[in-house]
């Protein structure tokens, strides 16, 4: 350990890398190569991308590059018309349901960072029955159970808590520290459909420069997680960075090369995909890199054309104008009426426990009518293939 800057500590201890994982395939890769895999793209590469069914890497960079800019409309009309052909004419809607706020971690973006003096808590039983009444009452029947990362909550706890929540929701994700693949697998049993582990960036740097203590500042550790996921045969693998801490065209080119080294090799699993920009919360820090509402769409159409059969969630983060937009887009769930505070949904009156401040607050028949009123059907369980329309 030695002292970083602002006199707090950095946890040095890295994971190597591990041959076949995807932290290998970062540890050699050049960060400038990638970034000029995008910006030395021309409008020919667009044109070829765009006339591509199946594409590479290569053809996501050149459509988030600048010179495809205009071709936006050409690929959100694509775009849409690939969402509906796979998914329907549906769009899931979860909630998050925060289990804790104490956190081990410090991580310069983000309302749980240990030294923010915020009230911590941790829900114990009878609060997250009360938590499970007040979600089920709004007709959620997917959930995303989120924690921040310490010791407090880790497996014992959550074999406490999975029987408890489970039973009562017919998709169950997680989005929680790394674990090991024999913990994931532990989970699975217990009835985990997804788990998602957001990189945040791929470039370690930036990552140390962000994540100054805790074991969330193991870089390898939490890259690698994804893998050790599919290794333990869980249903979904989410992905994501937070635009915003580095140049998102280049963590988004790294993420999806990341999603491709998974679909190789853990081909039974289904992927998911997040948008999450910088929100303000205590503490917070100014995006390196800000993405406009603009290039945010483009980076979403680029996604659905290079992955059709890809999950892509919207979160609360995002404005009621732009999630308004948003929903004909590519989007197959997004979440509604969030409450990024533990205990939150029964009694919401602890603003100073958010993780980040949610941009849409509008209730959940609010949000019904909205997607509604853009010709698309809500559908309260998680996307199946079932619900296919192909
Ligand atoms: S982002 Fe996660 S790990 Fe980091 S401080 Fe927040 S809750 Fe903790």
Redesign the pocket.
């Known amino acids: 350990m030695i002292a970083g800057g602002n006199n707090r500590i950095r946890l040095l201890e890295q994971s190597p890398a591990i041959e076949g994982q995807f932290s290998h395939f970062v540890e050699n890769t050049d960060w400038q190569v990638v970034t000029q895999s995008h910006q030395e793209k021309t409008e020919q590469d667009v044109l070829r991308a765009l006339s591509k069914n199946k594409l590479d890497v290569d053809d996501f960079a050149a459509l988030i590059s600048p010179v495809a800019e205009p071709y936006l409309l050409e690929m959100v009309t694509k775009s849409e018309k690939l969402t509906q052909q796979r998914f329907g004419n549906t769009l899931s809607l979860f909630a998050p349901l925060y289990l804790s706020n104490t956190?081990a971690?410090?991580?310069t973006y983000?309302g749980?960072?240990m030294s923010n003096a915020i009230k911590r808590l941790t829900l114990n039983e009878s609060q997250v029955e009360k938590e499970i009444t007040a979600i089920k009452t709004k007709g959620f029947d997917h959930i995303l159970l989120v924690t921040?990362?310490t010791n407090k909550v880790s497996m014992p706890y959550f074999e406490r808590m999975i029987p408890l929540i489970k039973p009562h929701f017919s998709q169950l994700s997680m989005e929680v520290q790394p674990l090991a693949a024999d913990e994931y697998k532990q989970l699975q049993t217990m009835g985990l459909d997804g788990v998602l582990v957001y990189q945040e960036t791929y470039q370690r740097k930036t990552y140390l420069e962000h994540h100054l203590r805790g074991n969330?500042s193991n870089f390898n550790y939490r890259l690698d997680a994804p893998d050790r996921i599919g290794q333990a045969g869980i249903h979904k693998i989410g992905l994501g960075v937070l635009l915003g801490l580095e140049d998102w065209r280049t963590d988004s080119v790294m993420m999806a090369h990341h999603l491709r080294h998974l679909q190789k090799r853990y081909w039974r699993s289904r992927f998911s995909v997040a948008f999450p920009r910088i929100r303000p919360c205590a503490g917070g820090i100014v995006p390196k890199s800000v993405i406009s509402d603009r290039q945010l769409v483009q980076l979403i159409a680029a996604w659905r054309l290079f992955d059709w059969d890809l999950e892509m969630s919207l979160s609360t983060r995002e404005s009621p104008e732009f999630r308004h937009h948003a929903v004909r887009m590519g989007f197959t769930t997004m979440s509604a009426e969030s409450k990024t505070q533990p205990g939150g949904y029964a009694d919401d009156s602890q603003d100073a426990l958010e993780?980040f401040e949610i941009s849409d607050e509008r209730p959940v028949a609010e949000i019904m009518a909205m997607i509604r009123q853009q010709g698309r059907e809500v559908v309260w369980k998680d996307w199946d293939p079932a619900l296919s329309h192909v």
Do not use: A, I, V
């Open positions: 956190c971690n410090e991580c983000c749980f960072s921040g990362e969330k993780q």
